[in-house]
Structure formats: structure tokens, C-alpha cells
């Protein structure tokens, strides 16, 4: 089992920033796909954004343009950096590998954005 530990949720209001860590055992940014995932009230779970090691990308269209995803293997942290957000980015945010690795979910960080 890896453990992957989700922090820097919180309250902000609509049009503000916010930015998400989490800790990544150093190894899955050799061998793994990064991604970051939320859970809105009522919703499935989410992919909102991937990172290869080689530093690419990839974003759900919702967040394009608003998101950022970035890691720093030296410090085995992912980040998500999110501007302008709006309420309906309202979720549990989660990291996690891509594709998953199930037994890794963490409790996740909540990002509450109000209006």
C-alpha cells in the first residue's frame, strides 16, 4: 500500500484561488501518472487533472484554463493550483494515481467555494 495525504482545503469565495498539495511517495513519479480527483455531493468521483513526470498535462474541460496540476518529485508533492473558482468546484479533492490504485484513496481535502 502507498499513502497519498491530501491538504490546503478550505473556504473561498467564488473568483478566489486556492491551492492543493498532496504528498506522493517519491517512486510513483518515475513509474505512475498523477492525477487530482473531486467528489461533489451526489456525484460520481471526478478526474479533473493529470501529470506525467515529463511534466505533461491533461485537464477535464471544466477546469481548463483555470486549473493548474504540477509536481516537484524532489519534494514528492503534487499540486493543484485552482484560480478563479466557482461554486460549482465544490467537492472533495483527491490525488491519486492514473489510473487509480483503490487502496490509496485518502480522506481528501474539501473545497468549499461559496457565492
Known amino acids: 500500500q502507498v499513502q497519498l495525504v491530501e491538504s490546503g482545503g478550505g473556504l473561498v469565495q467564488a473568483g478566489g484561488s486556492m491551492r492543493l498539495s498532496c504528498a506522493v511517495p517519491?517512486?510513483?513519479?518515475?513509474?505512475?501518472?498523477l492525477g487530482w480527483y473531486r467528489q461533489a455531493p451526489g456525484k460520481p468521483r471526478e478526474l479533473v487533472a493529470t501529470?506525467?513526470?515529463?511534466?505533461?498535462?491533461t485537464y477535464v474541460d471544466a477546469v481548463k484554463g483555470r486549473f493548474t496540476i504540477s509536481g516537484d518529485n524532489r519534494q514528492n508533492t503534487l499540486y493543484l493550483e485552482m484560480d478563479n473558482l466557482k461554486p460549482e468546484d465544490t467537492a472533495v479533492y483527491y490525488c491519486?494515481?492514473?489510473?487509480?490504485?483503490?487502496?490509496?484513496w485518502g480522506q481528501g481535502t474539501q473545497v468549499t467555494v461559496s457565492s
Open positions: 501529470y506525467s513526470k515529463s511534466g505533461t498535462t
Open positions: 491519486n494515481t492514473n489510473p487509480a490504485i483503490e487502496k490509496s
Open positions: 517519491g517512486i510513483l513519479f518515475n513509474i505512475a501518472v
